[in-house]
């Protein structure tokens, strides 16, 4: 084994990711407050100028519930102080559920959308895991909201978005918010011992894989309202932060990753372990220093060819938990070895040792750069890729921190 391939399971290794989780909780401290969580800076302070997203909000109530439970002081308060806004600004008190955001004058989105939701579920998890007043509650309304208003039984997936009363389904379908949905109904199924989540989960991945294979094993992210894919959508706005045009490199990594989370809770319905080697593979063929410099181009088209050439943090966090993952189900060298090289181009290009955190992008040669991601106000993809590689596959990331299951 090289000295690569020996990093997960070095001490001084595990030592450093455990600083690195440190230093980023440390970064984001003032994002939570009554409201929910600021969107920050390049520095870790608040921009009043963005508004308070349910996603960011969400994002912060785990990641800081997750640092109560492994123990770090400070980190529970913070998080209650982020629930206080999934509980009171960012909740619709007439119709249910949560609005995306609340803008800087006051005013909200007049929308509900599945990724929000699955995020705010994640969120309610976590907080449950570390003992948060009202966490059980935000828990029963986000599984209800999620399963009664976006669970589309006949497909196995979930709609996008409603108006803001239920009334009218946008006529989008759509990927990304059913990744995270996956990740988040694990977490549910962990929670509250109802295998059904589980079993919704693996719907979702085996409607994933079945069109990854269809595409060279390039996922196809955007659909119609009869889960029929659009290839060209967003072609006008290949950059978009949410919804790019062609394959995302990160999202293929990603549900790599979720396919083994999949297996080890016990799902059935695919060959996981076969579909999250075919998509890593792809994911990484295509991705890494595709345009001669190092990194993970953002996006492809169909053919593999380069897209989005400028680097995002979160695509790095993935690769380093699904190389991870793939190393720790199947104890190849090969994945060892390149989650030591991504660890390597993380520390040299991304992370910030002068102003703290991750820079959030850089253009293709690796410099920091906005024209995507103002600010840093993410600390999720990276907080779980100091921790992934410490954990076991299953069960579900706090719940298995609450277990005391971290190396």
């Not at 308060?77 to 982020?82: E, N, S, T």
Request: proline fraction near 6%; charged fraction near 20%; glycine fraction near 10%.
């Amino acid at each position: 084994m090289s000295v690569g391939a020996a990093w997960p399971s070095l001490l001084v290794h595990r030592q450093w990711l455990q600083h690195e989780t440190e230093r980023l909780l440390a970064f984001g401290a003032n994002a939570p407050n009554e409201g929910g969580a600021a969107w920050l800076d390049d520095d870790g302070m608040p921009d009043p100028s963005q508004p308070v997203g349910t996603w960011v909000t969400a994002r912060m109530v785990h990641v800081y519930a997750v640092g109560h439970l492994l123990g770090i002081p400070g980190c529970r308060p913070l998080a209650q102080r982020a629930l206080t806004g999934l509980t009171g600004p960012l909740h619709d008190d007439d119709h249910g559920g949560w609005f995306p955001r609340r803008d800087p004058d006051g005013t909200v989105a007049p929308e509900k959308r599945c990724y929000d939701h699955a995020f705010v579920v994640l969120a309610a998890t976590s907080a449950a895991a570390a003992g948060l007043a009202g966490a059980g509650a935000v828990l029963d309304e986000a599984l209800a909201v999620l399963g009664d208003r976006f669970w589309d039984d006949e497909a196995g997936l979930f709609v996008e978005a409603w108006n803001a009363d239920f009334t009218r389904l946008d006529d989008y379908r759509g990927v990304n918010a059913n990744m995270h949905a996956v990740e988040a109904l694990m977490a549910a199924a962990d929670a509250t011992g109802d295998d059904e989540w589980l079993h919704r989960a693996s719907r979702i991945a085996g409607f994933v894989v079945g069109q990854a294979r269809q595409h060279g094993w390039r996922i196809p992210e955007h659909f119609g309202p009869d889960w029929t894919p659009d290839l060209r959508y967003h072609d006008d706005r290949r950059d978009d932060p949410f919804l790019p045009y062609g394959a995302t490199v990160g999202h293929a990594l990603e549900w790599s990753r979720l396919l083994l989370h999949l297996e080890a809770a016990g799902a059935s319905g695919e060959q996981w372990l076969e579909a999250a080697r075919s998509l890593y593979a792809v994911a990484r063929q295509d991705g890494w220093f595709a345009d001669g410099a190092p990194g993970f181009v953002y996006t492809t088209d169909w053919d593999g060819t380069p897209v989005v050439r400028r680097r995002f943090h979160w695509v790095v966090a993935e690769a380093v938990a699904a190389a991870a993952a793939l190393a720790q189900r199947t104890g190849e060298a090969a994945y060892e070895e390149d989650y030591a090289r991504w660890w390597d181009y993380a520390a040299t290009s991304l992370i910030d040792r002068e102003r703290g955190s991750w820079h959030h992008e850089l253009d293709s040669a690796n410099r920091p750069a906005h024209t995507v991601w103002r600010g840093k106000p993410d600390l999720y993809h990276a907080l779980q890729a100091t921790l992934i590689p410490r954990l076991p596959l299953a069960p579900s990331l706090a719940t298995a921190v609450a277990r005391g299951l971290l190396r």
